[in-house]
């Protein structure tokens, strides 16, 4: 696993802890104001969590009448 994907889920992680934790407060003092908090941390581990288009790298073309299909 790259550096980058570790921390790509680590900090994923650290929100769902926030959001989970802006919840248990937002229960325990009966708070709606911590739901944007929570709404913008859910959406940003998502964004962490979602999975990185990988490049490819163009294929070789092969020379004229080297198709397999031919």
Do not use: D
Request: net charge positive; charged share 15%; glycine share 8%.
């Amino acid at each position: 696993m790259v550096a980058n994907e570790e921390l790509q889920r680590w900090a994923a992680r650290l929100c769902l802890l926030l959001v989970a934790a802006f919840g248990i407060m937002g229960y325990h003092w009966a708070n709606v104001r911590f739901l944007p908090l929570m709404a913008g941390f859910a959406i940003l581990a998502g964004v962490c969590y979602a999975p990185r288009a990988v490049s490819e790298k163009a294929g070789t073309l092969r020379p004229s009448g080297q198709h397999p299909a031919i």
